[in-house]
């Protein structure tokens, strides 16, 4: 009668042990995760500040690059033009298509109310090459059209990048971004009219600004 209560004791003690391990381990699981969790909704400064270059450089595009593409001939972007079709014809970057956000210059398109015209938007991006980086540009470095538009998009699983600069930077100060090397470039080189983008023409121009590196 002793020998099953031995083995009795014994399968007792082990399940013991194994309900503390298992104990023990929940309890650090447990810990680690309260942690993340308590650090995701709590970030810290250097969390904050880590996440914004992030962001920064996976969505702002320089103009320098883009410049450089075109007088290399790269064309592994699409730049589009969010202004009206009114002012796109006038002119615009050169190569950019146009995608419309506004009537005509003081009337911009309600994507609250008019949903025609937001599901326009939509598909006009849904249908651009998805082998290549979609860039937009608006009116000027403050405008908040671009940033909505990317907003909108990424919502509806379209994710665009953004010209650090607009409209008015490149087309009445282009010695405001460029390097002092730089200005020696024309602006009118890269500014076409009417309905078609018209093609960037292929040069060598010196710029520090390299793709790819720490450059501009």
């Known amino acids: 009668m002793k ?8 399968a007792v003690s082990r399940s013991l042990v194994i309900i503390i391990l298992c104990s023990i381990i929940g309890a650090l699981v447990g810990s680690v995760t309260t942690y993340s969790l308590m650090r995701s909704q709590n970030p810290s400064k250097e969390d904050l500040i880590r996440d914004y270059y992030l962001t920064e450089n996976a969505v702002h595009v320089s103009p320098h690059t883009v410049r450089k593409k075109m007088d290399q001939g790269v064309s592994d972007f699409i730049l589009v033009d969010l202004r009206s079709s009114l002012e796109y014809e006038k002119e615009h970057v050169i190569g950019a298509i146009n995608i419309p956000t ?3 210059p003081n009337t911009s398109i309600s994507v609250d109310t008019e949903r025609e015209e937001k599901d326009r ?17 608006c009116y000027s470095m403050p405008c908040m059209t671009g ?6 998009l990424a919502e509806n699983g379209i994710f665009v990048k953004h010209l650090n600069i607009g409209w008015n930077e490149w087309r009445y100060f282009w010695n405001l971004w ?3 090397s ?11 009219s009417g309905k078609d983008p018209g093609k960037p023409k292929i040069k060598d121009t010196l710029t520090p600004c390299r793709v790819g590196e720490l450059g501009c």
């Open 3 to 10: 020998k099953p209560n031995k083995i009795l004791k014994i």
């Open 102 to 104: 506004y009537k005509d």
């Open 121 to 137: 938007i939509i598909q006009q991006f849904r249908a651009l090459s998805k082998e290549k980086d979609i860039i937009v540009y």
């Open 147 to 152: 940033r909505k538009i990317g907003k909108l």
């Open 178 to 180: 460029n390097h002092d």
């Open 182 to 192: 730089e200005t020696l470039t024309e602006g009118k080189d890269y500014i076409v």
